[in-house]
C-alpha cells in the first residue's frame, strides 16, 4: 500500500522500531506511540499493520479502564 506519508531517516527509522517494539510490548498507547513518531493514530495504525502488530484500541485493564473513568468524571 502507498502511503503520503515522508520517507524517514535513519535516526526517525531506528525510533520507529524502537516506538513499534514499546507499543507491541503494552508499554505505551497507540497516541503515545503516534506522538513518539510525530505521526497521526491513524498513520501509526498503518505502520503497526504493516509490521503485524496488532492494534490495541480501548482500555487493556481493569486498571486502565478504572483510570478512563475516573479521567472522564472529573472533567469540568
Known amino acids: 500500500m ?3 506519508r515522508c520517507n524517514f531517516s535513519l ?3 531506528e525510533a520507529l522500531a524502537t516506538t513499534i ?3 507491541a510490548l503494552g508499554e505505551i498507547s497507540l ?5 513518539r513518531t510525530d505521526v497521526t493514530r491513524w498513520e501509526m495504525m498503518e505502520f503497526l499493520s504493516e ?3 496488532a492494534v490495541r484500541l480501548g482500555p ?3 486498571q486502565d479502564l478504572e483510570s478512563e473513568v475516573e479521567t472522564a468524571l472529573n472533567i469540568d
Not at 497516541?31 to 506522538?35: R, Y
Open 2 to 4: 502507498t502511503s503520503d
Open 11 to 13: 535516526d526517525n527509522t
Open 21 to 23: 517494539g514499546l507499543y
Open 31 to 35: 497516541g503515545k506511540a503516534a506522538a
Open 51 to 53: 509490521e503485524g502488530v
Open 60 to 62: 487493556q485493564s481493569m
